[in-house]
């Protein structure tokens, strides 16, 4: 299961807790690389929606966006606090 959560509130987050691995994903293909926090950033601003997954050693943010017409992800893994 996984809750939204706004996107400034993501930007909180991500300003306190920092996050160890940020991958952007081609939904259509699956290809994917990691990608630098600033970068990230500009995926907040153009996002349609931030999910996040919760268990006992990491919170996982997916970040659905569209860019150039295709559909994709940006993932980001953080330790759970």
Not at 21 to 34: H, K, Q, R
Not at 43 to 66: A, F, K, P, W
Request: glycine share 4%.
């Amino acid at each position: 299961m996984y809750k939204v959560v706004a996107s400034k509130t993501f930007i909180d987050i991500v300003e306190q807790c920092g996050p160890f691995c940020i991958a952007d994903v081609d939904l259509d293909t699956g290809n994917a690389e990691l990608i630098k926090r600033r970068r990230l950033m500009d995926i907040v601003q153009i996002c349609t929606e931030i999910r996040c997954y919760q268990d006992d050693m990491l919170e996982r943010y997916d970040i659905y966006y569209r860019e150039n017409e295709n559909n994709r992800l940006a993932r980001v893994l953080m330790e759970a606090g």
